[in-house]
């Protein structure tokens, strides 16, 4: 039991004084910038990064790594209020948080997204702590073909998931696919369909395509249907927040099932954004089919699932930047670059050379997920409080702060055009009944799974059966294709049961 | 008389104005707002670390009156933030630290700019690259190694990973090509960890990494380095891995594979800035050479620390970009 000795350890470097002075200051700017769409966790961790070459190493990734959790905590804050993913990974919360808002249930879905944060945290913290060096290893099983297997099985896990004709869906992801091509090609170093401008370079910023489709788009339904936002009833108890624990533990199967989807696409590095998607996906999938109409119409299920997976996959995104020194996320990819600059080699040495390090930082990630769920969940009333505001007050509120959002991501007015542009195409979208998630999770994964996907031909020459080639990306790729065509399979076992 | 009064009150006058317009030059220009410090490239990488390596020492040694905020304007391979200080004509708050993209990605792509679209301030130093197998692998040498991808058959030629494509790391592989009349089958990575990974793994054959993003794997005892292409072997003597110094590594050149690359890490200002603002930005960058944070990080990345300014630097940019255009002429990597 070294990891317990070394872990107790830990508790003592980071229950310090000024390192628990530093987590709390870490997680009340983290949940600010998780709640400011497009000022995200990597954005302000690397704000931040600078102030704290004066630190100690230990004290430094402690702030850090809380602004990050606090980020996750936040983004779920806006998805819920007003339907604007505060953080990419939110999206799949909006689904069903907005919807429960609008029930003016903000303060459930708000308790629910994140308790379910904490408990996927805790349980990646945990594989962390014990599994650290195997899980290390098999992370190095992932070449391009075992990543495209992963992008693929997020995708089918998702088909079937729109209410609308399979067709609507596959139109909605195909246009997701172009505007994910838009701009340098990795693979060939070559621009495409730019036409010749200078705006297009950066191709579409898929945080913006989330501010305008989501946030504007919503703003405009709401306009046209009178201006009533129906969040008055909100309750401004604590006791929602009881209430809503005791209803909780219902959803273990869910919760479960997004916790391994999390720690999986975290370690792998897929990311909290695809895994919150598929445990979204997943979680409609085994729902029970009287419950699956309810999901996008305010299922709290739909809040739980995509929290947890998100939240776990956050937290072991860490794992793989520790003991390999490849980022599982940005902000990862961040916190990596102030390893190096505090003089700590990231690698499998770090936890040989760097015990207080390594140990401190783990033990601050129990520590700051339990502050952080206490400051969040004390701000739930407050927060829910917001939506009993007018609408015609907080509407040019909400405008500004995602033009704000949209202009941070890339510092550029571009693409706070862009936003309203996009905001026009989610209206028109919501209006002729076409889902947007399977846009949004084109845009999210198609440059990367097309990367993957070309990578994959380029190491087998061309040569399809890459994908079948070991046992790892053959089973992946298979229980996609099982996916896929599962609403197939199951009508024809229907018929012959029937027969 | 009243003539005379005139002549001097006219001189008088000329006089002040001339001390007018000398004195603010004499003193030194000093930034009059936060300086745009423009990395194009994304959060994490080399030139994002060097770039907020400096911003931090400048802010705890206070070499700077306004603050320096890094910017990342990774936009197509770095043209995004080479276009916005280009745009930027005259303004003396925006400097931009450089990779090889400098070169690569207007000549690859027809982006329309050139490094002599802006003004060049100073070489901050040179990252190196070395040549990498998985430690598993019976290649102890270059030799060894260069002589398997020769006998590699033509269906399944050895696999080299890299960071970006027509880029420093595909260039690089080129002119081994070119120099062997080798094939390599070059595959793209986003970022060089992903690439060490990948080499660890055992998903490709060879790396032609930065130090620095190799190295903790070197010290893990999963990589092994072959040579290094460099001129000379690197000036570093203490022990990273076993037994091993980063002075330990052959160059290229000794092991029969005469090529050098090295990758410029160097910063421009907007067009038409004037001397005393260059001088200014200049003298920072001397300050934070001296600093033990920065000689921590050159050491860490075993950089190869030449310091160049003025003519020195803008000529040493024009020769990488006439030997970028020729490499990348023979590779068939230029926009048509």
Redesign the interface.
């Known amino acids: 039991m070294d990891e317990i000795q070394a872990l107790f350890h830990g508790f003592t470097v980071a229950a310090q004084p000024l390192n628990l002075v530093l987590m709390m200051v870490g997680i009340l700017l983290g949940v600010l910038i998780g709640v400011l769409p497009g000022l995200g966790g ?1 954005n302000g961790v ?1 704000i931040l ?3 704290t ?2 630190m100690s190493p230990t004290s430094a990734i402690i702030m850090l790594s809380c602004i990050y959790w606090g980020a996750l905590f936040g983004g779920a804050i806006t998805s819920v209020l007003f339907n604007i993913p505060g953080e990419p990974w939110s999206v799949a919360t909006t689904f069903d948080g907005f919807p429960m808002a609008k029930q003016g249930k903000a303060g459930e879905a708000l308790t629910a997204a994140f308790t379910s944060s904490f408990v996927g945290a805790l349980v990646a913290v945990l594989m962390i702590t014990f599994l650290a060096p195997l899980v290390a290893k098999f ?6 073909p075992e990543y495209f297997s992963v992008a693929l099985l997020t995708f089918c896990s998702f088909i079937g998931m729109a209410k609308g004709t399979p067709f609507k869906t596959v139109v909605a992801m195909m246009l997701g696919f172009a505007l994910a091509g838009i ?9 495409r369909m ?1 036409f010749g401008t ?1 705006q297009l ?3 579409f910023d898929f945080l913006i395509a989330v501010i305008g489709l989501f946030g504007i788009g919503e703003i405009l339904l709401t306009m046209e249907e009178g201006l009533n936002f129906k969040g008055e009833s909100a309750r401004m108890k604590m006791r929602v927040v009881i209430d809503t624990w005791k209803e909780l533990p219902r959803y273990w199967a869910t919760s479960i099932r997004s916790c391994l989807v999390g720690c999986w696409m975290g370690i792998t590095p897929g990311g909290a954004t695809p895994a919150s998607f598929m445990g979204y996906g997943l979680a409609k999938r085994f729902a029970k089919d009287k419950d699956k109409d309810s999901f996008g119409r305010g299922n709290i299920e739909g809040v739980v699932a995509p929290e947890t997976a998100a939240h776990a996959a956050g937290t072991s995104a860490l794992l793989p930047m520790l003991t ?4 599982g996320s ?1 902000t990862a ?2 916190l ?2 102030g390893l ?2 505090w ?1 700590l ?6 936890f040989v050379e760097q015990k207080d390090f390594v140990w401190g930082l783990i033990a601050s990630m129990y520590l700051g997920n339990i502050a952080g769920l206490l400051v969040v969940l004390t701000t739930v009333p407050f927060f829910a409080a917001i939506l009993r505001i007018p609408f015609s007050i907080i509407a040019p509120i909400i405008i500004v702060i995602c033009a704000v959002g949209a202009y941070t991501v ?2 550029a007015m571009f693409d706070v055009y862009l936003m309203l542009g996009f905001g026009v195409v989610g209206y028109v979208f919501k209006k002729l009944d076409y889902p947007l998630a399977p846009l949004v999770l084109a845009l999210v994964l198609g440059d990367r799974a097309e ?1 993957n996907f070309r ?1 994959s031909m ?2 087998s ?1 061309g040569n399809l059966s890459v994908f079948w080639s070991n046992p790892l990306v053959g089973s992946i790729t298979g229980l996609s294709m099982i996916l896929l065509f599962w609403p197939l399979i199951s009508l024809i076992l229907q018929k012959l049961k029937t027969k | 008389m009243p003539n005379i009064y005139k002549t001097v009150a006219y001189a008088l006058t000329v006089g002040a104005a001339v001390i007018a317009l000398t004195a603010p030059a004499a003193a030194q220009w000093k930034p009059t707002k936060p300086v745009e410090f423009v990395v194009p490239a994304g959060t994490g990488g080399g030139a994002d670390q060097m770039a907020r390596t400096i911003q931090g020492i400048v802010e705890k040694h206070k070499l700077m009156s306004e603050s320096l905020v890094v910017v990342n304007k990774s936009g197509a391979a770095g043209a995004e933030g080479f276009l916005a200080v280009k745009g930027a004509n005259r303004d003396p708050h925006k400097i931009i630290i450089t990779l090889s993209n400098l070169f690569t990605t207007p000549l690859a792509t027809n982006v329309p700019f050139n490094w002599k679209d802006l003004t060049p301030l100073a070489m901050l130093a040179l990252d190196e690259f070395i040549l990498w197998v998985n430690a598993e692998t019976p290649y102890k040498t270059a030799q060894e190694y260069l002589a398997a991808v020769k006998a590699a058959p033509a269906t399944s030629p050895m696999k080299m990973a890299g960071t970006g494509s027509k880029q420093e790391d595909q260039i690089i592989t080129a002119q081994i090509e070119q120099a062997l009349g080798v094939k390599f089958t070059y595959v793209p990575f986003r970022g060089g960890g992903d690439v060490a990974v990948q080499l660890v793994g055992k998903h490709v054959d060879s790396t032609v990494n930065n130090p620095i993003e190799a190295v903790a794997q070197w010290r893990a005892g999963s990589l092994r380095p072959l040579c290094v292409f460099d001129s000379k072997r690197l000036p570093y003597n203490d022990k990273i891995a076993g037994t091993m110094s980063w002075g330990d590594i052959p160059t290229c050149r000794e092991q029969g594979l005469a090529i050098e690359y090295l990758m410029l890490r160097g910063l421009f200002m907007a067009p038409g800035v004037t001397q005393e603002q260059v001088a200014y930005y200049v003298g920072v960058m001397q300050k934070v050479r001296e600093t033990q944070e920065w000689k921590d990080l050159m050491a860490n990345g075993a950089f190869n620390q030449t310091f160049m300014t003025g003519d020195a630097y803008r000529k040493w940019v024009a020769d990488a970009e006439t030997m970028h255009r020729a490499v990348m002429d023979k590779a068939g990597f230029l926009a048509k």
Not at chain 1, 139 to 144: E, S
Not at chain 1, 345 to 350: R, S, T
Request: charged share 10%; aromatic share 4%; glycine share 16%.
């Open positions: 990597a690397a990064l600078p102030l070459f004066s992370a190095l099983k992932f070449g391009p701009g340098l090609d990795n693979v060939t170093g070559q621009l730019t200078e370079l950066r191709g390999l020194g490849i980022p940005p990819a961040v990596l670059g190096i600059i003089g080699q990231p690698g499998p040495l770090l890339h510092n990367e990578q380029l190491i020459q």
